[in-house]
């Protein structure tokens, strides 16, 4: 059976610690995670046919990715489906960028091919689910893994190609986690089983994303003073105006009832009065918060991913108050997961 788009990729769930060799079937592979956009490539299986791009969700965006589009058909055979990850590379600053891949995946017409040479887009291929009009869902990790390692040899496959770093090592995917992370674009492991399928929308592998601890300011809540459900954080810029950078994940009981224990109304001219928050990054949906007296500092566990200004596109997870420093000692806006009160 031929595949034709869309196909539902298979999906991660999250977790904290990476699974052990006995506990995925087959022994475990385990594969560096890459902050970008999941999509699939198509080749055509028939002269004629065109190159196919799919997101997550199923939308065909090929037409704003003209350059990967062409690479594609200088450079990949015809039957091909690839799973992978789609990246944009900021030329200028010489940097992945996660607001260039935005940018590009939202271009539209005539405005595609400007930005592509600006922020050339990269694919970071994983997976590979048909080979030659061959469709390989039923087999083994393991085998799609040998033969797209082979697909990359076989056709001398360079960028915009990259073959996904993998290794069945647990000490080398632990130093991954904990050192690769700090590579620009690389914000954690995925854990496969060598025996698994490819089974479409079930979330059969396992992600971790390196989280690291770190302040900011409590500048609002959602719930009330006394029982706040969840906080949303700030860090002060050059100019010393509160900026907002991000939310935490609702707070279980105990700690809803030692935050609430420190929240205090806020005075006249709160620095957020007017401010609407979105729920969660880059979506439309409002949360309605109530204001808080913005001197009170909370460590939070966070991952890497941080857009260019210094938001946190994930929610953050709340450790504890950090009554023993004040605003001032909070890394400023822009600095991301880096700790700095001590």
């Not at 061959?134 to 083994?140: D, F, K, Q, S, W």
């Amino acid at each position: 059976m031929t595949l034709y788009p869309p196909v539902e990729p298979m999906l991660a769930q999250a977790a904290e610690a990476l699974p052990g060799p006995g506990v995925l079937a087959g022994g475990a592979a385990y594969e560096q995670k890459f902050d970008g956009h999941r999509a699939i490539l198509f080749t055509p299986a028939m002269p004629g046919g065109r190159v196919v791009v799919q997101t997550r969700r199923g939308s065909l965006v090929q037409d704003r990715f003209p350059d990967l589009v062409a690479a594609a058909e200088r450079q990949l055979p015809g039957g091909l489906v690839l799973d992978g990850e789609l990246l944009v590379w900021d030329a200028e600053a010489g940097r992945l960028s996660f607001e260039g891949l935005q940018r590009r995946a939202a271009a539209r017409g005539c405005t595609a091919p400007g930005l592509a040479a600006g922020w050339p887009a990269y694919f970071v291929a994983f997976d590979v689910l048909q080979l030659d009009g061959v469709e390989l869902l039923a087999r083994p990790y393991r085998e799609r893994r040998t033969l797209l390692e082979d697909l990359f040899t076989d056709h001398a496959l360079a960028a915009p190609w990259t073959l996904c770093p993998m290794t069945t090592d647990p000490a080398t995917a632990r130093e991954w986690l904990e050192s690769w992370t700090d590579v620009s674009g690389v914000e954690g492991v995925v854990a496969k089983g060598m025996n698994q399928p490819y089974r479409p929308s079930v979330r059969g592998w396992t992600k971790v994303r390196r989280r690291d601890t770190t302040e900011a300011i409590i500048g609002a809540i959602t719930g009330t003073l006394a029982r706040p459900q969840l906080l949303v954080l700030g860090r002060h810029d050059p100019a010393g105006r509160l900026r907002a950078v991000g939310r935490t994940v609702p707070l279980h009981p105990e700690q809803a009832r030692q935050v609430g224990e420190h929240l205090a109304a806020p005075g006249p001219g709160h620095p957020w009065e007017g401010v609407r928050f979105a729920s969660t990054w880059g979506s439309r949906d409002v949360l309605d918060v109530t204001l808080v007296r913005p001197d009170l500092v909370a460590e939070v566990s966070a991952d890497r991913a941080v857009d260019r200004g210094g938001v946190f596109r994930h929610p953050l997870r709340f450790q504890r108050l950090r009554v023993d420093v004040t605003a001032r000692d909070v890394p400023g806006f822009g600095a991301g997961a880096v700790a700095a009160a001590g």
